[in-house]
């Protein structure tokens, strides 16, 4: 959960000056698909009787959602047990208590009976509460599962975007399983999803089974690597223009995480890839100006400049070439001045990690096969590929 949030004011024909501190987004409802903003990807759940709207989120694990008389949750939808008659809250010493990802329960340590947890997110916000369980409607699969009831909310857990998250990570022994792990289990699913973006804040989630007419071309998979909550693949190529960038650099950790906004580069593929920008691209403006779009504190107000700039392309273990084309690292944002601009998304992460959030997963059909232990990726149907392609280099 990574949102970068933008207030734009004109200085000059082509670029807005940027204040991160406000939030903006633009909400397109889809019925039965996916439909967040041009940050996130958010989708509907119903937990007992209470319908919520949901970010997906690849990078956790729990589902978390507001509880009833949570002091510190905003005004927005709130789970009630006691209008479910299948609720009720996991115990401390039930084989069902386990960690939400983060951190493992505390409750036996303060002698509490009912099973806790607590989640930290990239983007600062935390939440704790206790763990219950209900039943749970996803797309028309229904089954019981447990989940994080908040009992606090800090950092503006997902307001105003969405309700809660729900976690899609990888099986994680000494974790609470995922939603979609329980529906597996309960409906004799396999257990592999998939998600399409476009460029409008659009998609579809696909549950237990691709949809062929969803992505262009076949799918090319990569392995998954380690164990754990996360979705990590192994980068052998990081190239723009002829210009190759070691992918040493891109940090013992590339993962694919959707509840992720931008793509995070670790330090020293980012300042590579700035470094390149800066000496090759500074005939476009913004790109060496002070301010720069660069540092996120400008945007491009129209999209005249992204046929200027680069095509960046990583490649995976097994030769899989993904293009992120300048359409997909300056994203077309909504601005408070009722305009869209072009803004840099792309972050400098910590020296070990790189995160692939959704500025590298839109336009692709990006599937999370849990069965076989790989990650697969496709031009999304939605799209004309243009600068987007998926190959196997050989």
């Not at 289990?185 to 659009?202: C, P, T, V, W």
């Amino acid at each position: 959960m990574n949102i970068k949030s933008l207030n734009a004011v004109p200085i000059s024909d082509n670029l807005v000056a940027v204040n991160k501190k406000s939030r903006n987004v633009l909400d397109i409802n889809i019925d039965n698909e996916i439909a967040g903003d041009l940050y996130q990807i958010n989708t509907k759940i119903i937990v007992g009787n209470h319908t919520f709207t949901v970010q997906v989120d690849t990078g956790s694990s729990l589902m978390a959602i507001p509880m009833v008389n949570c002091n510190t949750c905003h005004d927005r939808p709130s789970y009630d047990p006691t209008h479910s008659q299948y609720s009720k809250v996991v115990s401390c010493f039930s084989e069902h208590c386990l960690g939400s990802g983060s951190a493992p329960p505390q409750c036996k340590n303060r002698a509490e009976d009912d099973c806790d947890f607590v989640i930290l997110y990239g983007d600062g916000s935390r939440v704790s509460g206790k763990i219950y369980q209900d039943v749970v409607n996803l797309s028309g699969l229904s089954g019981i599962a447990n989940f994080g009831a908040n009992r606090i909310e800090t950092g503006d857990f997902e307001y105003p975007r969405a309700d809660g998250i729900v976690g899609f990570g990888r099986s994680c022994k000494t974790c609470v399983p995922t939603v979609f792990e329980s529906l597996v289990q309960a409906h004799g699913l396999k257990n592999i999803f998939a998600m399409s973006m476009d460029y409008e804040g659009r998609g579809t989630l696909s549950l237990g089974e691709l949809n062929p007419s969803n992505h262009i071309g076949e799918i090319q998979y990569t392995p998954l690597f380690e164990d754990g909550p996360f979705y990590n693949i192994k980068p052998t190529n990081f190239k723009v223009d002829d210009t190759v960038i070691l992918p040493r650099l891109l940090g013992r950790q590339v993962i694919v995480d959707s509840g992720s906004s931008a793509l995070s580069l670790a330090s020293g593929a980012y300042d590579a890839l700035v470094h390149h920008f800066r000496k090759n691209y500074c005939h476009v403006a913004g790109i060496c100006d002070s301010p720069s779009i660069l540092d996120g504190s400008i945007c491009y107000n129209s999209a005249s400049s992204l046929d200027l700039l680069p095509t960046i392309y990583l490649t995976f273990e097994g030769g899989v070439k993904v293009a992120v084309p300048p359409k997909n690292y300056l994203t077309k944002a909504p601005l408070t001045n009722g305009a869209s601009g072009y803004c840099w998304m792309i972050d400098r992460a910590d020296p070990s990690t790189t995160i692939l959030g959704d500025v590298f997963m839109r336009g692709y059909y990006t599937v999370f096969d849990n069965e076989e232990k790989r990650i697969g990726f496709a031009v999304n149907s939605r799209n004309t590929p243009g600068a987007l392609s998926v190959k196997i280099d050989h």
